[in-house]
């Protein structure tokens, strides 16, 4: 495997229009969807045509783009007034992601410096085109820091999908299990198939057998007889938002996969870009989690699966405490037993 290789991009700008891979339809069909009003990116982000904490911002960051463009045919001069609405729903789409407002403070903070007399597109396109590639090269910087940490021959398990469908490009769990399988590091992988969107199974295991990354997938509930074999050496996964104290939001049974990590004595490696830490909060209790609608759980592609009226939790996230995990890799260094004082090392 071309250890560049940077798979498949899940968002393009082409043709003065964004372009997202519908992630709803993996792996059975491989569509784009063609987008040109900021408030149909929104809906794109809530409905999870694109996904993944890095890719929902770098969407949200072309999404502002559309906005600028739309604001300067309607108002004019008055274009920075028009852009309140539709920034406020992009902001809305999906509560828990925080690259979602890092994107789109980056571009606020950007266009609050123009002048009102010429519109912003050009501008603003090149600002949202620097957070894609900067995200692409972050996930690579991530992938080699997260790979020298692991033993040669590694047998390692990852949630969800944090691969190059939910990034810019590469990935950052699956961009250190690249980089980990390009280097001899990993031999095997395990894919939970994540219920209930199975992300692990229609996205994480298609992209890792697209780069002939020997991939096993299972049910949750068989990983903890599978840690008991003794078999595992990593949990790996990404993030979608990080606490100043070094506690992690990601999917859904996480924080499950992360105690039995710990009971089984196989260590945890966190990989999110700084764009996932959110400074402003001090521990994992104070994320908003996103509650996603029951027929989620309840139903299977528009079959139901479950007495008809009974109720379903449907959190999409949880929180993992920073004491469970060995390891947080970001783009600017490792950090070892994350904890408050050792995050601030990587803030300076
Ligand atoms: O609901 P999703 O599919 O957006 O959830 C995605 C995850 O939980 C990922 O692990 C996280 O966003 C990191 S992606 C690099």
Redesign the pocket.
Known sequence: MDKNKTSIQPINWQDDALFLLDQRRLPAELIWLEYDHPNDVAIAIKD?VV??????GITAAFGVVLAARQAWNVAGVNWKQAMTAPLARLAES?PT?VNLHWAIHRMTALYETLPDNESAEQVLLKEAQAIHAEDIAANHVMGKLGADLIDPKSTVLT?????AL??GGF???LGVIRQGYADGKIVQVYADETRP?L?GSRLTAWELQQDNIPVTLQAEGAVAALMATGKLDWVI????RITANGDVA??IG?YMLAILAKYHGVRMMV??PTS?IDWQLNSGDEIPI?QRPEYEVTMINGQQIAPEGVPALNP??DVTPASLIAVIVTEAGVILSPSTEKMLKIKE
Not at 51 to 56: L, M, T, Y
């Open positions: 999870m996904r993944g904490a890095p890719a929902i999906r992601a949630h969800c999908n944090a691969g939910a990034t990935g950052t769990a969107w992300q996964v990404g993030a979608d990601n999917k996480t990989v999110a996932t996103e999409a996230f």
